[in-house]
């Protein structure tokens, strides 16, 4: 393998994972509400969406560089035919625009608890750092994950090791509600839709943008572990502070209260690049969909209409948005992964 191509390869595996973890992850709450509820059970869980983020997240790949896609909708046209790809473009929309609104409502939950900001003005300064990244495209967004993505590699599993040494907070084992034996699996595999359900509007166009197969392949592999050590860090962290960490916003954050003060505030500057990473894949994806990448004017005007409309929706508050939007959309999203998964005639290279 070459430097550039590892160069490359690490870039995919950078924006892959920046894609990915954004709000809900960042902050505990996807975790906690797919994962950690369920006790022990968590830990097969978390094994089994890993390996669907690494053998989907390839696939994803590779099919945008065979399909030379410039976004997502040369993959659902490829895949539903066109007659379907309209109605899955839609629904995409839909739930692309509505992460947005909870990244946006992350953040502002985030300068809320740990800055004492006001949630307004923390969205706010993020919508205008957003629209200056998008200006660059896709160039811009890899080298925003090439930055931001190792600092939230070594702040979550510095929370993980200092959890682990912590003699006084053991992890909880019990679960958290009545669960069946075999939840973990359908949890799992819900986690994994949604967020390549997710990750689609930025995977299929990197693939399209990136030439080398062997780069992508092992840049979804780098993505997908590094996702792997990032889940089964915060989820051991976040069961040693059962049931208190429930009554949290950003339970994340409050474990790293719970350390120092130095430990807090690289906390929230990971946390900040976090949802900042997936808020950018988000509204780029959802913008690719609405503008052509040929006429760059057009695509700024509907950047600002979609950051505007998500700040107003962002008021509802992000719990509930992670709480009761998310699993539907990856129910939804298991539809992507199922037709993904079916053996098709290969494309012409």
Same mark, same amino acid.
């Given at each position: 393998?070459?430097?550039?191509?590892?160069?490359?390869?690490?870039?995919?595996?950078?924006?892959?994972?920046?894609?990915?973890?954004?709000?809900?992850?960042?902050?505990?709450?996807?975790?906690?509400?797919?994962?950690?509820?369920?006790?022990?059970?968590?830990?097969?869980?978390?094994?089994?969406?890993?390996?669907?983020?690494?053998?989907?997240?390839?696939?994803?790949?590779?099919?945008?560089?065979?399909?030379?896609?410039?976004?997502?909708?040369?993959?659902?046209?490829?895949?539903?035919?066109?007659?379907?790809?309209?109605?899955?473009?839609?629904?995409?929309?839909?739930?692309?625009?509505?992460?947005?609104? $909870?990244?946006?409502?992350? #953040?502002?939950?985030?300068? =809320?608890?740990?800055?004492?900001?006001?949630?307004? @003005? *923390?969205? +706010? /300064?993020?919508?205008?750092?957003?629209?200056?990244?998008?200006?660059?495209?896709?160039?811009?967004?890899?080298?925003?994950?090439?930055?931001?993505?190792?600092?939230?590699?070594?702040?979550?599993?510095?929370?993980?090791?200092?959890?682990?040494?912590?003699?006084?907070?053991?992890?909880?084992?019990?679960?958290?509600?009545?669960?069946?034996?075999?939840?973990?699996?359908?949890?799992?595999?819900?986690?994994?839709?949604?967020?390549?359900?997710? $990750?689609?509007?930025?995977? #299929?166009?990197?693939?399209? =943008?990136?030439?080398?197969?062997?780069?992508?392949? @092992? *840049?979804? +592999? /780098?993505?997908?572990?590094?996702?792997?050590?990032?889940?089964?860090?915060?989820?051991?962290?976040?069961?040693?502070?059962?049931?208190?960490?429930?009554?949290?916003?950003?339970?994340?954050?409050?474990?790293?209260?719970?350390?120092?003060?130095?430990?807090?505030?690289?906390?929230?500057?990971?946390?900040?690049?976090?949802?900042?990473?997936?808020?950018?894949?988000?509204?780029?994806?959802?913008?690719?969909?609405?503008?052509?990448?040929?006429?760059?004017?057009?695509?700024?005007?509907?950047?600002?209409?979609?950051?505007?409309?998500?700040?107003?929706?962002?008021?509802?508050?992000?719990?509930?948005?992670?709480?009761?939007?998310?699993?539907?959309?990856?129910?939804?999203?298991?539809?992507?992964?199922?037709?993904?998964?079916?053996?098709?005639?290969?494309?012409?290279?």
């Amino acid at each position: 393998m070459t430097r550039t191509e590892l160069r490359l390869a690490l870039q995919i595996a950078f924006t892959y994972i920046g894609t990915v973890v954004g709000a809900g992850f960042a902050s505990g709450q996807e975790i906690l509400q797919f994962f950690t509820m369920l006790g022990p059970y968590a830990y097969p869980g978390i094994l089994l969406a890993v390996f669907l983020f690494g053998w989907i997240g390839i696939k994803i790949l590779l099919l945008g560089r065979k399909l030379e896609a410039e976004s997502y909708r040369e993959l659902t046209a490829y895949l539903f035919g066109p007659r379907i790809a309209g109605t899955i473009d839609t629904f995409m929309m839909v739930m692309l625009f509505f992460v947005t609104v $909870a990244m946006l409502a992350g #953040v502002g939950a985030l300068f =809320e608890e740990q800055l004492r900001i006001s949630f307004q @003005i *923390g969205v +706010l /300064l993020t919508m205008v750092l957003t629209f200056l990244t998008i200006l660059r495209g896709m160039k811009g967004i890899m080298l925003a994950n090439s930055i931001i993505v190792p600092i939230m590699l070594a702040v979550t599993l510095t929370i993980f090791a200092k959890s682990f040494l912590q003699s006084d907070h053991l992890p909880n084992l019990h679960t958290i509600q009545n669960v069946a034996p075999w939840r973990w699996i359908t949890s799992a595999i819900s986690y994994a839709a949604l967020n390549l359900g997710l $990750a689609v509007s930025v995977l #299929v166009p990197l693939g399209g =943008e990136i030439k080398s197969a062997r780069a992508l392949k @092992i *840049g979804g +592999l /780098l993505g997908a572990a590094g996702l792997g050590l990032m889940l089964l860090g915060a989820q051991y962290a976040m069961s040693t502070r059962l049931p208190g960490i429930l009554e949290f916003e950003v339970p994340m954050g409050f474990l790293a209260s719970t350390f120092n003060p130095l430990m807090k505030a690289l906390f929230t500057v990971a946390l900040f690049g976090e949802i900042y990473s997936t808020l950018i894949a988000n509204v780029y994806g959802l913008g690719s969909q609405l503008a052509s990448p040929r006429r760059p004017v057009q695509g700024y005007l509907v950047t600002i209409l979609i950051l505007t409309a998500a700040f107003f929706v962002a008021q509802v508050g992000f719990s509930n948005i992670v709480q009761y939007l998310y699993p539907i959309f990856g129910n939804l999203s298991f539809l992507l992964l199922l037709v993904l998964l079916w053996p098709r005639r290969k494309l012409k290279n």
